[in-house]
């Protein structure tokens, strides 16, 4: 199939270039690449040798015409590795390249891929093409660059794999400063943007189109026909920051973010898909700030997200926003979507903070609601009823409703006029997709403004005749067929490939054991037979790994006697560690745990299950820019360390925090002095939505006397904080909490005693970004 | 010339239609009109019948075809006169109005024509043409309406004439709140826009197109081909506050204001002339705020405003600016004008206020400088050299000059790159243009980014060949007859009848004068001829005329003897009143002169020559909403009065103010207790340029004990202040005068004596407007 459509492609290239048999030259170096573009003509062909090309900085300048491009490309697509410091510019007219794979490296600029060499010379009509950048990530996460970096007019990056970007920066960006950039038309089509993880604040968008201060300008972009896998670095997984882009037939694959038009106006969203699961509150749809957008024919199902992640959220605005804060909703339509099994579809003046006037500036305040909007013509069903399937944060009387319907199972709600309730059962096409099982009966379309423009349906089936409401126009439709990965990205490139059965190893040893830690593969377990190892230097963790005592119920200790202030396990980017059944001793002034003091260029993970950690320092110390995805102790015994989770090291107030998730379930800390939990996250950013600390079913006993801020587990700007079903006994601290009432933290069924109490305020005072 | 142009409008009509001899319906009354619309169908053509049409309210609500349209018109242009409370409001598609005249009365709704009925019923395609609007105020300058109201898509507002209004409202605004009125393509062509005098405070822009809350939307509006008479509103003659919108070959002829891109972006500025005149400070050319306006073929001549009003200011713009406020000016380009005899044409930097960032808040501290902005290729000629062509407000390094030229004989100034000195000769090419004698020698354009697409220049002619810098691209050009007042607005009104001689009326008696001012015409003069004029009750001045004693060296004596708080002479709307040589004598709580309380639908204007005042309660007594576009003393006596010139009841901080100019020149102020001058205007808003005081040459003695405030002369939030070559005795006040540094308030050569004080404070605390 997807030969067929690269012959086709081939065929048209031909039939354009009647001269495409120009010079084509072969190159092996960069000094031969360089000179091969200086010389190069329209119709020109560099052949990059295949092999691993390390710190090559290509600056691909050269002039093509339409029919006669200069093309730069693979010897075979996908092996010709680009790596260490290499990167990638082009300038000039009707470039191509083709075939690329960035990979163990990272940019020496601030982008990876980028159209423009300087401002004088800018990339126009060029095309980036079947090209793969994969963890091509700068040595921190604070360190910032893009992978593509989009200037000039009617450029094109198609077919495209990128993933596993970690630090500071979005995936793609487009920049519009200048007339040169601006009504670019750029195309973003048929990409496979494959897993982001969470970045831990702002400035990880997966694509970024202009900024606040360009908000006014046109970029006319269009982002379609991409798969976006698991995109979870930030809130936003597109951040549409100018006018009049266009997003089409995208599909939203499990990300933890949403497609948002957080700047800018006029924006067209239409015939996507945005995918959920069921466990997950992270997973969003469509955010929408500003002006005259349109967002149709598009299929949400199973999303769970609220609030800022909401299915469709319409926020408030500032009223006389500034450019770079809230403009409120105006002119939008919302029309022909179908909502499925999403918990509250529909929340509406999401943002609203009129309650807070008193402790933030006007200027901050989000009292305006959507105005002259209108929700036409789309449905809901809900397999279970929802009691909210309309959210109201604020008031909702600027918003036209006209000819929607809801299946709710009869389940009662506060209804508006315009969305009737309707019995009508839904077939599944595919997996995730459902439709209608026939017209839902007698029900007539909405004839809007402008609604003969919306000629089409999700599936791009026409909507001239027998106008259906909700995304598909269609009583027998085809299967998009979504999930076929094939679609989306590279041909050569296998973005799933079949994982190794992990091997155990067995060690008598501490010889043994620092042997296979070092050696192990991704995914191997280490298996402890002996009951006691000494280490005497911090181990290194960059892989996936498992050590267990091989006895579950015979737990071998681990005795670290390395240097005051080093960690037992070293926690490197990608180290994904899962210790169980263990003891863990220290000197009392080392760690148990520790990340990398710098050049954290991944995140790492840590559980620990079932064991016990006494006499550290530190059990656990993140250091600044350093970050987890989960940390978790889960059923563990925690004694006699001057310090435990200790993760409050982004101390710049500027939105970052050192982990999304932090679990401590069924736990028993002793003696442990201070910073018995200590999770921070600062500045005030609305829109930043972790982490995440559950704390339950754990005791604390006679600890947090050496807490200088009085306060047990201190969880200050952390956005949703669960305590609850523990015990907490003899600890010397005023307060074992001091949750913020605003947001989602929240207390229960907690037994104190002799312990200080839980506060709740409303409010917390907080520097603000903006 | 102007026949031709109709009858070939008339056959191209009758080509376009070939059913137009379809219905024609007389009617002759509200009812008979109401009827005829309701049953007019395409090509229904409704004609009034000539006469006055009192209190009619047009609802044109009907369909028609773009080959069939509907039409109502004048049985012959001119002759069917709108008054009282009537009004005109279109609603459907292809509708034509034309030949009406809107006079004696005023809108009984908030508009005189507007393009909507109701939200549901909007207007499309629809013209009105051929009309005139004079004088149809609302009674009171507080009142809003609009003369012309747009919404909808694709009307028309053609060769009409609008003069005279003096209320609050713009004369013309499109509204482009909602989609059906966005990207509307109204054309606003060939009007003649008579005079509109100063309203002293903000909203009396001749044409607004949006509003800063739908300033992110387009517009695309077309302004072209019209004429700016006279047009001193306010300093906005066109706030364009939306996307795309254009402005071709208008000519802005002696219009105290400018054209402001005041928000929204992306706006083309091509082709306009601007003519000024030698003494006023008030003519402005274009004033920019914002993104990617396009500045080409505009011809600018003998501007003498400055700043805000200058011939081509460049603002600054807020950090993050509120969406009502300033946006930074970027990507703007400025290519192919030419400034002829203009002060300090380029103003650059303009609002910049970072000096003052203690007094004000940050939101409102305009320190962003223009940037990303091309100046290329265009001419400045001065006959006299000039010692600041471009005027710096603060740092200019984000402009780009290229191949600019100035002729500034040998003036010397601060350059820049990219401004060459060069030697060249002007022609008159006819009266106000002025074009070089030959191609500024060999100089060559600069080809800047998308420079192709300004196809043409000032004049119609190609570029395509022999570009040539400034805006005229002819060796040989053909004079573009600019004054020829028959290009603008309808054919049948002539905007400047001949005026009658004035007509002398001498008065020997009370009676012969009371009925002399009753019924004396427009620009009458009345002489007095006795000693001495009894007057009881007011004299109502409602037109232009002069009252002086018949001999001069003889001053004639009028004793007004009517009711506490009335005046002698009472201001009504229109009244302009000069009292040459007289005396007027009070009763001690009477009045000399006051406008109505209320009702001044009109400005009125008050000069006293050679004259003496006294016993009164007040010399002048200016009330709420009243207006003045004149008050001037001169070499008069002011004695024995309670209170002076009180110009202070606008107490609302608006920004409004009670007179465009006070001038007290050689006059005598003695014994005037309290209020001697008492000149207010309230509310921080940058852009009001007025209030103008001008002190000038007077003597001030044992005035101002009763003051409360202790200042004699009171001008707090006036702009332009001038006291000089006064002398001040005995007055027993704390300070004489209390000036605004940062605004243009001065005094020079006053002599003090026992008198106070004239303090001079930088930053006075004002009310924030916004």
């Keep these: 199939m997807k030969y067929l459509a690269l012959l086709a492609l081939f065929l048209v290239i031909v039939n354009c270039s009647p001269e495409n048999t120009d010079t084509s030259v072969l190159v092996s170096n960069a000094h031969e690449l360089s000179e091969a573009i200086s010389n190069a003509e329209a119709g020109t062909e560099i052949v990059m040798t295949n092999g691993s090309w390390r710190d090559v900085q290509i600056r691909f300048v ?72 994969k963890d091509y990530n700068k040595s921190q996460k604070n360190i ?42 750029h195309k973003i089509i048929n990409n496979h943007f494959g897993p982001r993880p969470p970045k831990g604040g702002p400035s990880a968008e997966t694509i970024q189109l202009g900024n606040s201060s360009t908000s006014m300008s046109p970029s006319n972009t269009l982002v379609a026909n991409n798969f976006f896998e698991k995109c979870n670095g930030e809130v936003e997984i597109i951040s549409s920051k100018s006018n009049f882009n266009e997003f089409r037939n995208n599909v939203f694959y499990k990300s933890e973010g949403s497609l948002v038009t957080r700047h800018g106006n006029y924006c067209t969203i239409d015939g996507n898909y945005f995918i959920g699961a069921e466990d997950s509150p992270n997973i969003g749809g469509i955010r929408l700030i500003g002006t005259g957008h349109w967002v149709t024919n598009n ?7 609220e609030v800022f992640r909401a299915p469709l959220a319409l926020m408030n605005g500032i009223r006389r926003s500034a450019i770079n804060r809230y403009i409120q909703v105006t002119d939008v339509v919302v ?24 402790v933030l500036p006007p200027s901050e305040i989000r009292s305006e609601t959507p105005i002259r909007t209108l929700m036409a013509n789309n449905i809901i069903f809900n397999s279970k009823g929802d009691q909210t399937p309309i959210m109201r944060y604020d008031s909702i009387d600027g918003i036209d409703f006209r000819s929607n319907v809801i299946n709710n199972q009869e389940v009662e709600f506060e209804d508006v006029e315009g969305l009737k309730l309707m019995d009508f059962s839904m077939d599944e096409l595919e997996e995730n997709i459902w439709t209608p099982s026939s017209n839902v009966p007698g029900f007539k379309a909405y004839q809007g403004f402008e609604f003969d423009q919306i000629s089409k349906d999700l599936l791009g089936h026409s909507r001239a005749h027998e106008n259906m409401i909700g995304a598909v126009n269609d009583t027998d439709p085809v299967p998009p067929n979504i999930m076929d990965l094939s679609l989306y990205g590279p041909e050569w490139f296998n973005p799933n ?23 192990a593969d991704d995914g191997d377990i280490i298996l ?46 990608k180290g994904q560690l899962e210790l169980k059944a263990l003891r863990l001793q220290g000197s009392g002034k080392n760690y148990a745990f520790a990340s990398l003091k710098e050049n954290m260029g991944s995140l790492y993970n840590l559980k620990v299950v079932d064991s016990e950690i006494s006499d550290f320092e530190y059990v ?44 401590v ?72 909490a001091l949750l913020w009432g605003a947001k989602n933290n929240s207390e229960s069924n907690n037994t104190l005693e002799n312990s200080g109490q839980i506060i709740i305020e409303q409010n917390l005072p907080l520097k603000l970004m903006y």
């Excluded at 299929?299 to 997200?305: K, Q």
């Excluded at 305590?723 to 010397?732: D, H, K, L, M, V």
Aim: aromatic fraction near 10%.
């Design 620 to 663: 656990l110390k993140a250091y600044k820019h350093s970050f987890s995805e989960l940390i978790e102790f889960k059923s563990t015994l925690l004694r006699s360390c001057k310090n435990g989770l200790e993760l409050s090291s982004e101390d710049d107030d500027r939105g970052e925090y050192n982990a999304e998730n932090l679990h």
């Design 62 to 133: 050269a002039h093509g015409t339409k029919d006669r491009p200069v093309t730069l490309r693979a010897e075979t697509p996908g092996e010709v590795i680009l790596t260490g410091h290499s990167d990638l510019k082009l300038g000039g007219d009707y470039l191509v390249v083709n075939g690329l794979y960035f990979k163990n490296g990272s940019s020496p600029s601030q982008s990876v891929i980028q159209f423009f060499i300087n401002e004088d010379t800018v990339a126009n009509h060029s095309r980036v093409t079947n090209c793969v950048i």
């Design 299 to 305: 299929y949400f199902y199973n999303l769970h997200g």
């Design 528 to 573: 402890l037979a002996s009951d006691l190892y000494e280490i005497h230097s911090p181990l290194k963790i960059n892989r996936t790994l498992t050590i267990q005592s091989a006895d579950r119920r015979q737990k071998s200790l681990i005795v670290y006697d390395g240097d005051n202030g080093t960690p037992a396990f070293e926690m490197n980017p």
């Design 497 to 519: 490939p079949e994982e190794a059965d992990p091997k155990a190893h067995i060690v008598d040893s501490s010889e043994e054991l620092v042997a296979a830690i070092a050696n």
């Design 335 to 358: 029309a022909y979507n179908t909502w499925v099994d999403c918990k509250s579809p529909w929340q509406i003046g999401v943002g609203s903070n009129v309650d807070q006037k008193d």
């Design 665 to 736: 379930i069924d736990c028993l800390f002793e003696k442990v002095n201070q910073n018995v939990i200590d999770y921070y996250r600062g500045g005030y950013d609305e829109s930043t939505v972790g982490g995440n600390l559950i704390v339950k079913g754990s005791t604390f006993k006679n600890s947090g006397a050496g807490e200088k801020n009085g306060i047990l587990i201190h969880t200050y700007g952390i956005i949703n904080v669960d305590i609850s079903n523990n015990t907490f006994q003899n600890n010397r601290v005023k307060l074992v």
């Design 144 to 185: 910032q660059d893009l992978w593509v970096l989009f200037k000039g007019r009617h450029n094109q990056f198609d077919h495209c794999y990128l993933a596993g970007k970690s630090n500071r920066g979005p995936t793609v960006r487009v920049d519009i400063e200048g007339n040169q950039n601006i009504k670019n038309y």
